[in-house]
T-cell receptor, first 116, second 115 residues
Framework: AQKITQTQPGMFVQEKEAVTLDCTYD???????LFWYKQPSSGEMIFLIY??????QNATEGRYSLNFQKARKSANLVISASQLGDSAMYFC?????????????FGTGTRLKVLA | DGGITQSPKYLFRKEGQNVTLSCEQN?????MYWYRQDPGQGLRLIYY???????QKGDIAEGYSVSREKKESFPLTVTSAQKNPTAFYLC??????????????FGQGTRLTVV
């Protein structure tokens, strides 16, 4: 079975600095998709960025970029120029296909606190 | 606007009672999912469904039940058999296209507390 590992329970970053949130994954599939979500204190899950296993370039979406190292099975999220509103939980996820059905598996998350 | 609606936002239940959490989507998605979130444990899959009248158990299905009588609706019942039901419950949906870049869309969540 596929697995997502986020080893950083909590992180601090100074406002306007960049921060990297780690994510490693385990899969035997050649074709897969990786996702990052943000969860503010309100509880909603906000989709941030996607990386496909066949994408040759790292994904970018505004201040978010994904440092994808396929051989190392890592998909780290980089947030540049941190803002106070970036304080939230961040989850790495993978879309899994087993027994004819799709599902999403998530890591345990990293709580990011941006300091003024 | 298209989206996923979960209700209620907060729910209190007495021990020994069953309770049903509502999840409705108007995104025309085939797949729907229920996740449970506890501090430090991320999102764990309870049940999921790809088509009407069919659903599969996730990793922590014991003490829960679901139905999928309509494409738009996927209610979750937390039964009295669930030993520790206090948690935050998230409903999600997605298409079932084979494209890799198919993200899941989430509702606002229901916070269930057993009193």
């Amino acid at each position: 079975a596929q697995k997502i590992t986020q080893t950083q329970p909590g992180m601090f970053v100074q406002e306007k600095e960049a921060v990297t949130l780690d994510c490693t994954y385990d899969t035997s599939d050649q074709s897969y998709g990786l996702f990052w979500y943000k969860q503010p204190s309100s509880g909603e899950m906000i989709f941030l960025i996607y990386q496909g296993s066949y994408d040759e370039q790292n994904a970018t979406e505004g201040r978010y970029s994904l440092n994808f190292q396929k051989a190392r099975k890592s998909a780290n999220l980089v947030i540049s120029a941190s803002q106070l509103g970036d304080s939230a939980m961040y989850f790495c996820a993978m879309r899994e296909y087993t027994s004819g059905t799709y599902k999403y598996i998530f890591g345990t998350g990293t709580r990011l606190k941006v300091l003024a | 606007d298209g989206g996923i609606t979960q209700s209620p936002k907060y729910l209190f239940r007495k021990e020994g009672q069953n309770v049903t959490l509502s999840c409705e989507q108007n995104l025309n998605h085939d797949a729907m999912y229920w996740y449970r979130q506890d501090p430090g444990q991320g999102l764990r899959l309870i049940y999921y469904s790809q088509i009407v009248n069919d659903f599969q158990k996730g990793d922590i299905a014991e003490g829960y039940s679901v139905s999928r009588e309509k494409k738009e609706s996927f209610p979750l019942t937390v039964t009295s058999a669930q030993k520790n039901p206090t948690a935050f419950y998230l409903c999600a949906s997605s298409t079932i296209t084979t494209g890799l870049n198919t993200e899941a869309f989430f509702g606002q969540g229901t916070r269930l507390t057993v009193v």
